[in-house]
């Protein structure tokens, strides 16, 4: 199954039969307070930078997050919107839980983008769904729902499979699904991580769609967090996963070894490209 997003210049395919997709992460306030600061002041500086260096690590799709206490997202995610598009080519990961912001960045956004996101919660299958119907766009569907993030793969799962029903019967093709089935911090449910590779495997049995993971939210509190972050995201591509949201420049290169040992990179092409790309950085440094 192909789950296609583009901008106006470029299209990036997430399939399982490709090599895994990296959505840049670093659009996002959370945590920091720089970018946090230049949001309020409507500066947009950091972000331009920030969707520049993650293409130059490598990321293929820029998610894109103004979203802070004191922001009008509303004003500002299609001002990002638009510097992200003009700086660089890759697509978007249009990101706010404000639907209204969505709407707005979605009438100034060229191409397809992925929206991030619906959830299984009733409010949010209502408000969302019409809108990637209306934009022909594709979605990440959390697995959560009225109840939270669930402790366990079977809840998981079925929740996968609510969102993919009500996706389909509001006129959205399963193909322009990508599930996230979201995990907890390691620190806080030491079991979330096996919990969560079932679920990619059963839900890509199951139901047979793209799905994607933040491969950084399961070392917060933890020491080491790009060690960690390497080892999930080995983990989870294992398990199925075919596209991750994380920070390109420190996962990356895990990520491409993991493609290469599961046969998803075709005379190791992409490692060995990316290898002299490193090693030729070392030299001039
Ligand atoms: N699934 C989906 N969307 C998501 C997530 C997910 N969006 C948000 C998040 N998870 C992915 N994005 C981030 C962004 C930043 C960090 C982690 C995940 C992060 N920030 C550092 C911190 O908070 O300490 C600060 C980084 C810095 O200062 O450079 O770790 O799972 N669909």
Redesign the pocket.
């Known amino acids: 199954m192909d789950t296609i997003v583009s901008s106006d210049k470029k299209e990036v395919i997430i399939s399982i039969d490709r090599p895994t997709v990296i959505?840049g992460?670093?659009i996002?306030p959370?945590?920091?307070k720089?970018?946090t600061e230049a949001l309020k002041a409507g500066d947009l500086d950091i972000v331009r930078k920030e969707a520049i260096d993650q293409v130059a690590a490598g990321a293929d799709i820029i998610?894109c997050?103004v979203n802070a206490p004191g922001v009008n997202d509303v004003e500002l995610l299609p001002k990002a919107v638009k510097i992200v598009q003009e700086a660089v080519d890759a697509p978007m990961?249009l990101?706010s839980p404000n639907t209204a912001a969505i709407e707005a960045a979605l009438k100034v956004y060229k191409g397809k983008p992925l929206i991030?996101?619906v959830s299984g919660e009733e409010h949010s299958l209502k408000r969302v769904l019409p809108i990637v119907k209306e934009y022909g766009c594709a979605v990440?569907g959390?697995v959560q729902d009225d109840e939270g993030i669930p402790k366990n793969a079977e809840r998981r799962i079925a929740i996968a499979h609510k969102i993919v029903e009500r996706a389909e019967k509001a006129g959205v093709p399963r193909e322009n699904i990508v599930i996230?089935v979201?995990?907890f911090a390691i620190g806080a449910e030491a079991k979330s991580g096996l919990d969560v590779l079932e679920a990619i495997r059963r839900i890509r049995e199951e139901l047979g769609v793209n799905m994607?993971?933040?491969?950084?939210?399961i070392?917060?509190g933890m020491p080491d967090?790009a060690i960690i972050n390497n080892a999930w995201a080995s983990a989870v591509i294992a398990a199925g996963a075919t596209a991750l949201?994380?920070?390109a420049a420190k996962v990356r290169p895990a990520i491409l070894a993991t493609d290469l040992v599961l046969g998803r990179d075709r005379f190791a092409r992409r490692f060995i490209e990316d290898h002299r790309k490193r090693e030729q950085a070392l030299k001039t440094q």
């Open positions: 959505i992460e670093r996002n959370t945590g920091r720089k970018l998610d997050n990961c990101d991030n996101s990440i959390l996230d979201l995990t994607t993971m933040g491969a950084s939210n070392s917060f967090r949201i994380t920070d």
